[in-house]
């Protein structure tokens, strides 16, 4: 049993010898960091607005009342039809019930 514990405790300690990147040092001035900065989190095309939100680049003012951006292609958008959900039936008084509109209930 000693034997098991030194022989553990001798590989823990080889382990703890090994060299990890979970916290590398700072890199030198002339070295390029393991990390790419990316504008915002937004995305191509983006940039952050004053709120936080992401807002589209390209659009350009320039002198009084003139606008100059680049073209921007809209694919059409289909028509989405929303049906109805079914009703969700509850018993109530010992009928059978359903919120008609939000606050009334109807009961059968």
Do not use: E
Request: proline content about 11%; aromatic content about 8%.
């Amino acid at each position: 049993m000693r034997k098991a514990i030194y022989a553990s405790a001798i590989a823990l300690l080889g382990l703890a010898a090994l060299p990890v990147q979970a916290m590398p040092i700072a890199p030198l001035s002339g070295a390029s960091p393991d990390i790419t900065l990316v504008a915002g989190g937004c995305g191509v095309g983006f940039h952050r607005g004053p709120y936080g939100g992401c807002l589209r680049n390209g659009v350009v003012v320039g002198a009084p009342g003139v606008v100059v951006g680049a073209p921007v292609v809209v694919a059409p958008v289909a028509p989405v039809v929303v049906a109805p959900a079914p009703r969700a039936y509850f018993y109530y008084g010992g009928r059978r019930c359903y919120w008609r509109a939000p606050g009334v209930r109807a009961c059968i």
